[in-house]
């Protein structure tokens, strides 16, 4: 889980002043839900590309990959850890003034015949109430990963989980959060 949560932290560590990762345990001890929120101000800049110009795209391949200061290196990790970690992803993001929700369910998109279809996930715009709803700022995105596979993952406990998600936080985001970032998880930074 841990590799997974770095994939999603990666791409706004240099760029968002907060992040906030919640993770709720069920009764059972598995984890149900991973919400990373960001405070970015552009969002996902790229979400009105086509093909495999779009970070949602399955074939995206973003720019940058040669820069040696980018921690997102390629452009695919984000949707990796997604379907490493579950069947449903979901993205609410605020794009030059507009509100957008991005959905990727792996098994309908499995399923789907047509495979340039299947690359790409279900997108619309939606309106500010949903956006402030499922979002904690006025401005960036929240990743949801949920339906979450249960051979990922060790029975726990919400401090279980909130220790190592801290943990994994600290060792690869020290020098952002020395530098002012502010990273918390469950409301804890």
């Known amino acids: ?60 391949m973003r720019p940058g990959q040669d820069d040696d200061d980018e921690l997102s290196e390629f452009g695919i990790g984000m949707k990796a850890a997604a379907v490493a970690a579950g069947n449903l992803f979901m993205v609410y993001t605020k794009v030059s003034g507009a509100f957008h929700w991005v959905v990727c369910n792996f ?30 700022s006025s401005n ?17 406990s919400q401090s279980q989980i909130q220790e190592k998600f801290s943990e994994t936080i600290s060792d690869a985001y020290s020098n952002y959060i020395q530098n002012g970032l502010i990273i918390r998880v469950n409301g804890v930074a």
């Open 140 to 156: 960036g995105s929240t990743i949801v990963l949920s339906e979450l596979h249960p051979s990922l993952q060790e029975i726990t």
């Open 107 to 136: 098994e309908e998109m499995e399923r789907e015949p047509d495979v340039n279809k299947s690359y790409n996930p279900k997108h619309k715009i939606i309106d500010v109430e949903e956006y402030r709803a499922n979002h904690p």
């Open 1 to 60: 889980m841990s590799t997974i949560l770095k994939e999603y932290i990666d791409n706004v560590a240099k760029i968002a002043k907060h992040i906030d990762v919640t993770a709720s345990v069920s009764p059972s001890g598995m984890i149900e839900c991973i919400t990373i929120s960001d405070d970015y101000e552009h969002g996902f800049v790229n979400i009105y590309e086509h093909g495999d110009k779009n970070p949602f795209n399955f074939d995206h």
